[in-house]
T-cell receptor, first 114, second 107 residues
């Protein structure tokens, strides 16, 4: 059972380039999340999808777009990468929103924008 | 005001000490509360959920105070292996993390 799978694990971009971070879960979870974590800081929510077909902004959505492709997959796109988007990105899922159920995390993507 | 705020830390304590962290939240509609542990910027792992009546798991005790809108985590008899960053999480639908409190347990 793979859980939450993120790709790629590492990525270096030049300013202005675009890329998509992929996330897939095989646990039949309804809710999926994208976070970023900068050095010395906690996780900040970028976007989330409470259920298939819905997406909502989190704390720091500017510069990002998301797609809930199907129940399994939730991708994060940087249209024009900026150095301020250098960070570690975590995808997570859980069975349902608004419950006491825990998050399951992917292992993260280290992104550097030069 | 941030939605979720934690004690800034860092906390440096000797082995065997008791240490407590607090986390305040601003959204009174919050329904679910958790403490997560993170090691060296790896993915966070659930330490424990926080229930209304308070709950205990071995050396760890979590409390919720809805009137004052905060949760707490108490660690008794600290071990070297408890050294990590502790993150509180509060949610109605989205899962908002606090900035984390760094704990170092020293021999």
């Amino acid at each position: 059972n793979a859980g939450v799978t993120q790709t790629p694990k590492f990525q270096v971009l030049k300013t202005g380039q675009s890329m998509t971070l992929q996330c897939a879960q095989d646990m039949n979870h309804n809710s999926m999340y994208w976070y970023r974590q900068d050095p010395g800081m906690g996780l900040r929510l970028i976007y989330y999808s409470a259920s298939e077909g819905t997406t909502d902004k989190g704390e720091v959505p500017n510069g990002y777009n998301v797609s809930r492709l199907n129940k399994r997959e939730f991708s994060l796109r940087l249209e024009s990468a900026a150095p301020s988007q250098t960070s570690v990105y975590f995808c997570a899922s859980r069975p349902r929103a608004a419950t006491n159920e825990k998050l399951f995390f992917g292992s993260g993507t280290q992104l550097s924008v030069l | 005001r941030k939605e979720v705020e934690q004690d800034p830390g860092p906390f440096n304590v000797p082995e065997g000490a008791t240490v407590a962290f607090n986390c305040t939240y601003s959204n009174s509609a919050s329904q679910s509360f958790f403490w997560y542990r993170q090691d060296c910027r790896k993915e966070p792992k659930l330490l424990m959920s926080v229930y209304s009546s308070g709950n205990e798991d071995g050396r760890f005790t979590a409390q919720l105070n809805r009137a004052s809108q905060y949760i707490s985590l108490l660690i008794r008899d600290s071990k070297l292996s408890d050294s990590a960053t502790y993150l509180c999480v509060v949610t109605p639908n989205d899962m908002r993390f606090g900035a984390g409190t760094r704990l170092t347990v020293k021999p």
